[in-house]
């Protein structure tokens, strides 16, 4: 599973919106999908995550309100519509895939920089 997200520049208290596609013939029914994201000094630290067959969400405490994971299967593309922006999201976001059966995460997108401006 290849994946790629594009992600940008936004300012306090505003929305972005970042895109997952993932490019693989296989299907996605048996992945857990999930954003992570890394602050500058800090370690990669979980964000989201939706089980593609089903459509079930889990987010973490610092996100939980603001973010929504959803996933579009016909475009095999998943999104994380960020809302209420605060300087502290400001972080490279990863996309990353696993099978339900894994354990960890092992498919990982190239990253991609927010930066939400005061």
């Known amino acids: 599973v290849q994946l790629q997200a594009l992600g940008g520049l936004v300012q306090a208290g505003g929305s972005l919106k970042l895109s997952c596609a993932a490019a693989s013939a296989r299907t996605l029914s048996y992945y857990l999908m999930g954003w992570f994201r890394q602050a500058p000094g800090k370690e990669r630290e979980f964000v989201a995550s939706?089980?593609?067959?089903?459509?079930?969400?889990d987010y973490a405490n610092a996100v939980q309100g603001r973010f929504t994971i959803s996933r579009d299967r016909a475009k095999n593309t998943m999104y994380l519509q960020m809302g209420s922006l605060k300087p502290d999201d400001t972080a490279v976001y990863y996309c990353?895939?696993?099978?339900?059966?894994?354990?960890?995460?092992?498919?990982w997108g190239q990253g991609t920089l927010v930066t939400v401006s005061s």
């Open positions: 939706i089980r593609w067959s089903l459509g079930s969400t």
């Open positions: 990353a895939a696993r099978l339900l059966v894994a354990s960890e995460y092992n498919n």
